[in-house]
């Protein structure tokens, strides 16, 4: 079992930075493949950002490219999103999540739910115009 909390959230204005912090506990950290997903009102949750358990690897959606970085401190058991030049449709509660699938390639490793086993509770991102 892992468990999964997310941190960082908050109210910023549009072009401001901040960042998300998800401290996992419970299994070896390095061994699972984390990603980060938001979900807007009355939208469906989607993919942001994810990463391999060394770090060597990343994964991003096409809307934040660019502007948000994922990364992660194994000795600290904590995954980040550093989330750039934000956006008031970067609104959204923000979750983390960990999966330990070995073979896997790109979007088919990181950016489909199903695959993930455990989540966060999630963290609110609120960006003003």
């Known amino acids: 079992q892992v468990q999964l909390v997310e941190s960082g959230g908050g109210l910023v204005q549009a072009g401001d930075s901040l960042r998300l912090g998800c401290t996992a506990s419970?299994?070896?950290?390095?061994?699972?493949?984390m990603g980060w997903f938001r979900q807007a009102p009355g939208k469906e949750r989607e993919f942001v950002a994810g990463?391999?358990?060394?770090?060597?690897?990343?994964f991003y959606a096409d809307s934040v490219k660019g502007r948000f970085t994922i990364s992660r401190d194994n000795a600290k058991n904590t995954v980040y999103l550093q989330m750039n030049s934000l956006k008031p449709e970067d609104t959204a509660v923000y979750y983390c999540?960990?999966?330990?699938?070995?073979?896997?390639?790109?979007?088919?490793?990181?950016?489909?739910?199903?695959?993930?086993?455990?989540w966060g509770q999630g963290t609110q991102v609120t960006v003003s115009s």
């Open positions: 990463i391999s358990g060394s770090g060597s690897s990343t």
């Open positions: 999540a960990a999966h330990s699938r070995a073979y896997c390639i790109g979007y088919g490793c990181y950016g489909v739910i199903s695959l993930y086993e455990y």
């Open positions: 419970g299994r070896t950290f390095s061994n699972y493949r």
